[in-house]
């Protein structure tokens, strides 16, 4: 059984620019979700897919978005970076199903400079 | 509104002494909750869960929690400390009728040979 794969590890951008961060979702999995994990801190829920529909959002801009493939692969989008955004972002897939726990990938670790 | 507190930052404890972390939850509706373990530069682990049942749940690695309805409160427990629990710990809850999670803040377990 694969487990949740994130890419890549680490990244440094600049103010302004425009990333893409990708997640694999595990075997079997229909649904993914995104995190924000500022330095010091627990995870904050940025949003979820299920079957490549946008099904809940936490408190981030529209500058966050996101999209997953019929293979429930998915991508998180991240527009005019700011200082801010530097975190580790964690992708997370589960069964559906409120009751089931989320699989989590070890992040990418998102520098900005 | 839903939130998680992790009253403590860090939990210290003795190798081969009972461990507590505390968690407090408040969620609309029935909760479900969780018990994550994070490793330096690495995702989430699932340890456990609640959704029904016994308020006393069994996890992972000889891990438990109970669930306090009147309290609101998640306590993750272990009887014998092991040093390699050291580790970060956050617990999670999630609304029946919400698609999303919310963690706390984390606690940060050392466990002293």
């Known amino acids: 059984e694969t487990g949740v794969t994130q890419s890549p590890t680490h990244l440094i951008k600049t103010r302004g620019q425009q990333v893409t961060l990708r997640c694999s979702s595990q075997?079997?999995?229909?649904?993914v979700s995104w995190y924000q994990q500022a330095l010091g801190q627990g995870p904050q829920f940025i949003f979820q897919y299920y079957r490549e529909e946008e099904n809940g959002r936490g408190n981030f801009p529209p500058r966050f978005s996101g999209l997953q493939f019929p293979n429930y692969s998915s991508e998180l989008n991240v527009n005019a970076l700011e200082l801010d955004d530097s975190a580790l972002y964690l992708c997370?897939?589960?069964?559906?199903?409120?009751?089931?726990?989320?699989?989590f990938g070890d992040g990418t670790r998102l520098s900005i400079l | 509104a839903q939130s998680v507190a992790q009253p403590e930052d860090q939990v210290n404890v003795a190798e081969g002494n009972p461990l507590t972390v505390k968690c407090t939850y408040s969620?609309?509706?029935?909760?479900?909750l969780f018990w994550y373990v994070q490793y330096p530069n690495r995702g989430l682990q699932f340890l456990l869960k609640?959704?029904?049942?016994?308020?006393l749940v069994k996890g992972s690695y000889g891990f438990e929690a109970e669930f306090n309805k009147s309290q609101t409160s998640f306590h993750l427990k272990k009887p014998s400390a092991l040093v390699s629990d050291s580790a970060l710990y956050f617990c999670a809850v999630r609304a029946y009728n919400f698609n999303k999670f919310y963690f706390g803040s984390g606690t940060k377990l050392n466990v002293k040979p």
């Open positions: 997370a897939s589960s069964l559906d199903g409120v009751n089931q726990p989320q699989h």
């Open positions: 609640y959704i029904t049942g016994d308020n």
């Open positions: 969620v609309s509706g029935n909760p479900y």
């Open positions: 075997s079997g999995h229909n649904t």
